[in-house]
């Protein structure tokens, strides 16, 4: 589990192995990861877009943009959180994710990036 705070929004990550799939060929490692987001500011705030860096041991990148999480663009009142899952695949053994929310603080309307704080995605078996 890995945690950080961005101007009062505390992202939490937890991710787990989900399995192998062969396709065309290519052996992909699937991950899920468990994403909270809690708001420890005062301020109403609403999450609009999200950018994520994938990496894995094969050195491919892929980089995913989008509004919302999950099809959702929650808002979010002072205390209040918001979770959600998902996952991704990867090539290699080994590979993290990273990125940042973007945020629209319905206060003041300004526009702010929250840090997705760097996990990684490694196969139990390789490190046992």
């Avoid at 979770?83 to 695949?89: A, L, M, V």
Wanted: proline content about 2%; overall charge neutral; some cysteine.
């Amino acid at each position: 589990m890995v945690s950080k705070i961005t101007k009062g929004i505390k992202v939490v990550v937890k991710v787990h192995y989900a399995g192998q799939s062969l396709q065309l060929n290519d052996l992909f490692n699937f991950f899920n990861y468990e994403i909270s987001i809690e708001n420890k500011s005062s301020n109403t705030v609403q999450l609009l877009r999200r950018h994520w860096l994938i990496k894995d041991s094969l050195n491919n990148d892929v980089i995913v943009e989008g509004e919302g999480v999950v099809g959702k663009t929650p808002v979010l009142n002072s205390e209040e959180i918001f979770e959600y899952t998902s996952g991704c695949s990867i090539m290699g053994y080994i590979g993290s994710m990273q990125g940042y929310f973007t945020f629209l603080d319905l206060n003041t309307s300004e526009i702010f990036h929250v840090k997705i704080p760097l996990f990684n995605m490694n196969i139990p078996k390789i490190f046992n």
